[in-house]
């Protein structure tokens, strides 16, 4: 069974702080991560995607990816209050690319 | 900017009616989804379809259910005979060369 794990939270952070939000996956196969925001009754919006070690930047948003540890993270700067929702991590591990949610990280930030 | 619509919005239904649920992906996309989310849990996978065929189904996606390409623009997602464990959001998703893009989701609601 693929898993991909993460804190449900929620993770408040106050407005202008760094949030971290981590996730880890079981299948060493897996090829393509991803980072969706999904606010509430609504359908998740990919805001970052990473393929290779290390870290890609894109505004505010970091997502590093460790497949040694099979370790995923997004570090969002500078947060917002619009920044509040949860965010689903999500592994593709190839095929024709469905992708494995986990459960999201509801993050809350505190103006 | 292109994106995924699904009609209806929220669909009523008593168990052991048929459903149809309607979707219609980007354009020139090639890979179409479904997912579904039962409220407070996971994005779930149910099944994938590329070149007018099921390329991947999850356990999920069982004889009640079925997918279907009627033309070159709809991707519907039928359950024969709905059940009450069926209530959730369902999302349709396609993808071209790159990450999936979501819909904005059917609420399907068994009573």
């Known amino acids: 069974q693929k898993e991909v794990e993460q804190n449900s939270g929620p993770l408040s952070v106050p407005e202008g702080a760094i949030a971290s939000l981590n996730c880890t996956y079981s299948?060493?196969?897996?090829?393509?991560f991803f980072w969706y925001r999904q606010y509430s009754g609504k359908s998740p919006e990919l805001i970052m995607f990473?393929?290779?070690?290390g870290d890609k930047e894109d505004g505010r948003f970091t997502a590093q990816l460790n497949k040694a540890s099979q370790y995923v993270s997004l570090l969002i700067r500078d947060s917002q209050p619009s920044d509040s929702a949860t965010y689903l991590c999500a592994v593709n591990s190839g095929g024709y690319q469905k992708v494995t949610f986990g459960i999201g990280t509801k993050l809350q930030v505190i103006p | 900017e292109p994106e995924v619509t699904q009609t209806p919005s929220h669909q009523v239904t008593q168990m052991g009616q048929e459903v149809i649920l309607r979707c219609v992906p980007i354009?020139?996309?090639?890979?179409f989804y479904w997912y579904r989310q039962i409220l407070g849990q996971k994005v779930e996978f149910l099944v994938s379809f590329y070149n007018n065929e099921i390329s991947e189904k999850s356990e999920i996606f069982d004889d009640q259910f079925s997918v279907e390409r009627p033309d070159g623009s709809n991707f519907t997602l039928k359950i024969r005979s709905t059940k009450l464990e069926d209530s959730a959001m369902y999302f349709c998703?396609?993808?071209?060369?790159?990450?999936?893009?979501f819909g904005p989701g059917t609420r399907l609601t068994v009573l």
């Open positions: 990473i393929y290779s070690n």
């Open positions: 299948d060493r196969g897996s090829q393509s």
């Open positions: 354009s020139n996309h090639l890979y």
């Open positions: 998703a396609s993808r071209g060369t790159g990450e999936q893009f």
